[in-house]
């Protein structure tokens, strides 16, 4: 479970964050939808605790980030913005080391990456380096890592940037099974069908700020618009003429 | 296992993976510097030598008019050749270096005993002469104080009458010192070799590991920044500590392939010299370590972190060119002074010197309180969050 509470955040006179609210729950797919530089990132960073806000609270399974940062990032898994994996390492060295950074033990860390191994199918890849991965294959390795040590809580930014159709799907498959395991899945993304195909509940932020929260039918009925995407651009256009900064 | 441990043993198996790494810290780093050393000393020895040996030719004018004072120059290694038209030209237009000119009336005033006079035509502003014309005129030198005792002694007066004072130089200088004259530049090489050995993974654990965007997901485990930095820092010093080890073995091997001439720096490069070396060195090791990561995140990309440290390279430099330039005895502060104390003691070892276990004992500890406070420093940037975001 996720909280996050009137969050603020400037770097120098750009204002990136200007009071987001929004609540992810567990067993459910939360979608941060909005278009590029509407503060999804900085919001996510914000809540992975690698910036610190200006003002607000976040909560992670009742825990605040500002005082017990450590304790969450322990419960949440992270696939960051930036991807990165060491080209050197195989893909199997790569989810070990974050697993012993997470405080797992060798045997441990490496019964667990096997478990991961065969649950993203990708046991054929372990032993490569992930030096000339494509795309898919990078991501795919990336989430291993930042699911290595259990968590309960897993945010993803922009977790399809880059991936092809098959890729994608397999993506869906893992966030529709980690919401079945009861988990609190958020994801960000400006890509509407992502959306439509995943999530329970839909946070949409434009210039900073949400511009609307609820499931699907609600924001569909909100707009007075049937498709969703119809429904995103009206919310968006609305947001601007609301004088945006 | 410590997160620094965690960091620190993945640093190393990837960096033993990285051949760029490994080139310049196992291979470049250690080899290069001892190479060079020999080249230059071979060159520096073997010019010296060759000079003292070689005969020495110089354009004679009026050489029939002393035909005994040109034998004996001859006796002494000198070569005439035949005389020019226009000397004073040919030497400022330095087609010749040395012309020895003897005056028409030389023959006249040796037999009526007066000082008969010889010229030298040079060019005091060529430093390549100036060895030639030296022992030119000290071939000179010996044969007129020869021929002034022969007089004297002609007319029943003994020599000493004409030499009231005589020097003896007494050199205190140990063999070792006066080798140690060219082994100035050597605590420098041996420092760059450090340097050297751990600049690519320093590079390639900050610089490096953000332009390639796995900074960030590094960062959010639950690790602090403090662990991480350390087992980066870990692994820069031992990467330099083997640099630095190689480059010890390879300027003993070195040692033994000098010019004869020297004394042989394999000998006074042995175990006693690395043994106390390595441990005046680990505490610079680290602070270079740390320098170098501190240098290395302030930079986007991995090329500008290497423009930067290559930069870097020449600070350890400072204390040698002052050394050299501005000789002055050691004082105990400056070997509380980072870079200047290790210099001063490696130094010292080569030249055969005592070394002060206080000296040693004050620099180690300065070093290491500098490689805190430098760790601190860099600590504060990695917690900033300018560091943590690649983009």
């Given at each position: 479970?996720?909280?996050?509470?009137?969050?603020?955040k400037?770097?120098?006179?750009?204002?990136?964050?200007?009071?987001?609210?929004?609540a992810?729950?567990?067993?459910?797919?939360?979608?941060?939808?909005?278009?590029?530089?509407?503060?999804?990132?900085?919001?996510?960073?914000?809540?992975?605790?690698?910036?610190?806000?200006?003002?607000?609270?976040?909560?992670?399974?009742?825990?605040?980030?500002?005082?017990?940062?450590?304790?969450?990032?322990?419960?949440?898994?992270?696939?960051?913005?930036?991807?990165?994996?060491?080209?050197?390492?195989?893909?199997?060295e790569?989810?070990?080391?974050?697993?012993?950074?997470?405080?797992?033990?060798?045997?441990?860390?490496?019964?667990?990456?096997?478990?991961?191994?065969?649950?993203?199918?990708?046991?054929?890849?372990?032993?490569?380096?992930?030096?000339?991965?494509?795309?898919?294959?990078?991501?795919?390795?990336?989430?291993?890592?930042?699911?290595?040590?259990?968590?309960?809580?897993?945010?993803?930014?922009?977790?399809?940037?880059?991936?092809?159709?098959?890729?994608?799907?397999?993506?869906?498959?893992?966030?529709?099974?980690?919401?079945?395991?009861?988990?609190?899945?958020?994801?960000?993304?400006?890509?509407?069908?992502?959306?439509?195909?995943?999530?329970?509940?839909?946070?949409?932020?434009?210039?900073?700020?949400?511009?609307?929260?609820?499931?699907?039918?609600?924001?569909?009925?909100?707009?007075?618009?049937?498709?969703l995407?119809?429904?995103?651009?009206?919310?968006?256009?609305?947001?601007?003429?609301?004088?945006a900064? | 296992?410590?997160?620094?441990?965690?960091?620190?043993?993945?640093?190393?198996?990837?960096?033993?993976?990285?051949?760029?790494?490994?080139?310049?810290?196992?291979?470049?780093?250690?080899?290069?510097?001892?190479?060079?050393?020999?080249?230059?000393?071979?060159?520096?020895?073997?010019?010296?030598?060759?000079?003292?040996?070689?005969?020495?030719?110089?354009?004679v004018?009026?050489?029939?008019?002393a035909?005994?004072?040109?034998?004996?120059?001859?006796q002494?290694?000198?070569?005439p050749?035949?005389?020019?038209?226009?000397?004073?030209?040919?030497?400022?237009?330095?087609?010749?270096?040395?012309?020895?000119?003897?005056?028409?009336?030389?023959?006249?005033?040796?037999?009526?005993?007066?000082?008969?006079?010889v010229?030298?035509?040079?060019?005091?502003?060529?430093?390549?002469?100036?060895?030639?014309?030296?022992?030119?005129?000290?071939?000179?030198?010996?044969?007129?104080?020869?021929?002034?005792s022969?007089?004297?002694?002609?007319?029943?007066?003994?020599?000493?009458?004409?030499?009231?004072?005589?020097?003896?130089?007494?050199?205190?200088?140990?063999?070792?010192?006066?080798?140690?004259?060219?082994?100035?530049?050597?605590?420098?090489?041996?420092?760059?070799?450090?340097?050297?050995?751990?600049?690519?993974?320093?590079?390639?654990?900050?610089?490096?590991?953000?332009?390639?965007?796995?900074?960030?997901?590094?960062?959010?485990?639950?690790?602090?920044?403090?662990?991480?930095?350390?087992?980066?820092?870990?692994?820069?010093?031992?990467?330099?500590?083997?640099?630095?080890?190689?480059?010890?073995?390879?300027?003993?091997?070195?040692?033994?392939?000098?010019?004869?001439?020297?004394?042989?720096?394999?000998?006074?490069i042995?175990?006693?010299?690395?043994?106390?070396v390595?441990?005046?060195?680990?505490?610079?090791?680290?602070?270079?370590?740390?320098?170098?990561?501190?240098?290395?995140?302030?930079?986007?990309?991995?090329?500008?972190?290497?423009?930067?440290?290559?930069?870097?390279?020449?600070?350890?430099?400072?204390?040698?060119?002052?050394?050299?330039?501005?000789p002055?005895?050691?004082?105990?502060?400056?070997?509380?002074?980072?870079?200047?104390?290790?210099?001063?003691t490696?130094?010292?070892?080569?030249?055969?010197?005592?070394?002060?276990?206080?000296?040693?004992?004050?620099?180690?500890?300065?070093?290491?309180?500098?490689?805190?406070?430098?760790?601190?420093?860099?600590?504060?940037?990695?917690?900033?969050?300018?560091?943590?975001?690649?983009?």
């Open positions: 479970m996720i909280e996050v509470r009137d969050l603020w400037a770097f120098g006179v750009t204002q990136a964050v200007a009071g987001v609210s929004f992810a729950q567990d067993g459910q797919i939360t979608g941060l939808l909005g278009p590029n530089g509407a503060g999804k990132t900085t919001t996510l960073r914000m809540l992975y605790t690698l910036m610190r806000p200006d003002r607000g609270r976040i909560r992670v399974d009742g825990i605040d980030a500002a005082s017990a940062p450590m304790e969450v990032r322990r419960r949440l898994g992270v696939l960051p913005d930036a991807r990165g994996l060491y080209k050197r390492l195989s893909a199997r790569n989810i070990e080391y974050f697993a012993r950074l997470q405080g797992m033990n060798k045997e441990q860390a490496a019964a667990r990456c096997t478990a991961l191994l065969r649950t993203l199918q990708m046991e054929a890849l372990a032993e490569r380096r992930t030096e000339g991965f494509s795309q898919g294959e990078r991501v795919k390795t990336a989430i291993a890592r930042a699911l290595v040590h259990d968590p309960r809580n897993v945010v993803l930014d922009e977790p399809a940037n880059g991936l092809d159709v098959m890729a994608n799907r397999g993506l869906r498959e893992v966030l529709r099974s980690l919401r079945a395991e009861g988990r609190c899945v958020l994801i960000s993304t400006h890509i509407m069908q992502e959306v439509v195909a995943l999530c329970d509940h839909i946070v949409i932020i434009a210039f900073g700020r949400v511009v609307a929260d609820g499931t699907p039918e609600a924001l569909r009925e909100q707009s007075q618009q049937h498709n995407e119809d429904a995103f651009m009206k919310i968006i256009g609305a947001a601007a003429l609301d004088g900064p | 296992m410590k997160p620094a441990l965690v960091v620190f043993v993945k640093e190393c198996v990837e960096s033993l993976r990285d051949r760029r790494v490994l080139l310049n810290a196992l291979v470049l780093g250690p080899l290069l510097t001892p190479l060079l050393f020999l080249v230059l000393m071979h060159l520096i020895v073997g010019r010296e030598l060759e000079k003292a040996e070689k005969p020495l030719p110089v354009v004018v009026g050489a029939k008019t035909p005994n004072f040109i034998e004996a120059l001859k002494q290694g000198m070569e050749r035949p005389e020019v038209a226009d000397p004073e030209a040919a030497v400022r237009e330095q087609r010749l270096d040395l012309v020895l000119r003897i005056a028409p009336k030389f023959a006249d005033d040796w037999r009526a005993g007066r000082p008969a006079q010229e030298l035509i040079y060019d005091s502003s060529r430093q390549d002469v100036r060895s030639e014309v030296e022992r030119l005129e000290s071939m000179i030198q010996a044969f007129s104080t020869r021929s002034g022969l007089r004297l002694l002609a007319r029943g007066i003994a020599p000493s009458v004409a030499a009231p004072i005589v020097i003896a130089s007494r050199d205190q200088a140990t063999p070792q010192a006066r080798g140690a004259l060219l082994l100035g530049m050597l605590p420098y090489f041996l420092i760059l070799t450090a340097l050297i050995g751990g600049m690519w993974l320093a590079i390639d654990s900050t610089a490096g590991e953000r332009e390639r965007q796995s900074l960030e997901p590094l960062l959010v485990n639950p690790v602090g920044r403090g662990q991480v930095l350390l087992g980066k820092m870990l692994a820069t010093a031992v990467f330099s500590m083997a640099s630095l080890l190689l480059g010890l073995l390879a300027f003993f091997a070195v040692g033994h392939l000098l010019p004869s001439d020297e004394p042989g720096l394999g000998l006074i042995g175990p006693r010299f690395v043994l106390i390595l441990p005046v060195m680990v505490p610079l090791v680290l602070l270079i370590a740390i320098a170098q990561i501190w240098v290395a995140s302030f930079a986007k990309s991995f090329r500008e972190a290497q423009t930067y440290l290559g930069l870097a390279q020449l600070v350890p430099l400072i204390p040698s060119v002052l050394m050299m330039a501005v002055m005895r050691p004082q105990l502060w400056m070997s509380a002074v980072p870079l200047f104390g290790q210099q001063i490696i130094l010292r070892l080569l030249r055969g010197e005592a070394i002060s276990a206080l000296a040693i004992g004050i620099g180690v500890s300065v070093t290491l309180a500098a490689a805190a406070a430098m760790f601190w420093v860099t600590l504060r940037l990695y917690r900033s969050e300018r560091v943590a975001i690649s983009a």
